[in-house]
């Protein structure tokens, strides 16, 4: 297992960050609101996926981050909710 550091990069707005790997999830969310990082144990073995969401006001920039790898970046549009999810 690795321990890498999961971040958000954010001025506004609440947020979720969930890490599962092949079907497997904790049930727990990495990061929460107010939380902007956490640790996080990774196997070299496994494939990650994550999904995020964002509630923030139009134009809110943000960007998601393990360790300094950067994942996702986006700008919130007018609906005022980002939500995705990609591959580790």
Do not use: C
């Not at 971040?7 to 939380?35: A, C, H, N």
């Not at 960007?63 to 300094?68: F, G, Q, S, T, V």
Request: hydrophobic share 30%.
């Amino acid at each position: 297992m690795t321990v890498s550091t999961l971040k958000i990069d954010i001025q506004d707005g609440r947020w979720t960050v969930d890490i599962f790997s092949q079907g497997q999830d904790s049930g727990q969310y990495e990061l929460i609101y107010p939380q902007r990082e956490a640790q996080v144990e990774l196997s070299e073995n496994n494939m990650y996926g994550f999904n995020y969401s964002i509630s923030a006001p139009k134009g809110t920039r943000y960007a998601i981050y393990l360790d300094e790898k950067r994942l996702i970046e986006g700008e919130v549009n007018e609906s005022q909710v980002a939500r995705g999810n990609s591959v580790i």
